[in-house]
């Protein structure tokens, strides 16, 4: 079956830039979406189709995939973007999550 | 507004079984695909099942395949999750989530309801 591979870790100084990324095989003929998770709430869509922000989520969320990697980027991170985020694909007739990536505000 | 609502979890004794809904509203509930997902205490996040708008497709996740009966009542706005001969490894937050038509991801999710499979 399809694996997703996130570090389950990143640190983080507010005002700087996080980038998590998202390995699996050929990951970039898909395309990868990325959720947030803080704790006791549900996750939420912050990236979808590789690229595109649902609406409501600020501009400095953004996301890249080619090769084997899709990678979530939070440009000067703030204090409330501490919180889990997990990758997810479409591959035979199933979805996948990564394990998940919990980032840090230092 | 657009919500979903997950009711019908509980502990259950393992080899038990469970009936999870999830009611849907604010939204053409029968123009949407939806699925189930859980996360297992301090885990992530697992897909569990799908099911196409009219109900004629349906997929599963090996680990319950055989075990768990994804279904909806378009009528009533609503989803269900039948789970029989749990297992301790079952015990999750059960959350039921919608796929926008524009992708194959999960736009729209409830609160969950908690399942504890134990003696």
């Known amino acids: 079956s399809y694996e997703l591979t996130q570090p389950p870790s990143v640190s983080v100084s507010p005002g700087q830039t996080a980038s998590i990324t998202c390995s699996g095989d050929k990951l970039g003929d898909k395309y990868a979406y990325w959720y947030q998770q803080k704790p006791g709430q549900s996750p939420v869509l912050v990236i979808y189709?590789?690229?595109k922000r649902p609406s409501g989520i600020p501009e400095r969320f953004s996301g890249s995939n080619s090769g084997n990697t899709a990678t979530l980027t939070i440009s000067g991170t703030l204090a409330m973007d501490e919180a889990d985020y997990y990758c997810q694909a479409w591959d035979s007739s199933a979805y996948v999550f990564g394990a998940g990536t919990k980032v840090t505000v230092l | 507004e657009v919500q979903l609502v997950e009711s019908g979890g509980g502990l259950v004794q393992p080899g038990g079984s469970l009936r999870l809904s999830c009611a849907a509203s604010?939204?053409?509930?029968?123009?949407?695909?939806m699925n189930w997902v859980r996360q297992a205490p301090g885990k992530g996040l697992e897909w569990v099942s799908y099911?196409?708008?009219?109900?004629?497709?349906?997929y599963y996740a090996d680990s319950v395949k055989g075990r768990f009966t994804i279904s909806r009542d378009n009528a009533k706005n609503s989803l269900y999750l039948q789970m029989n001969s749990l297992r301790a490894e079952d015990t999750a937050v059960y959350y039921c989530?919608?796929?926008?038509?524009?992708?194959?991801?999960?736009?729209?999710w409830g609160q969950g309801t908690m399942v504890t499979v134990s003696s």
């Open positions: 604010g939204f053409t509930f029968s123009s949407y695909e």
């Open positions: 189709q590789d690229t």
């Open positions: 989530a919608r796929v926008p038509n524009t992708a194959r991801a999960f736009d729209i």
């Open positions: 099911i196409s708008r009219s109900g004629s497709i349906i």
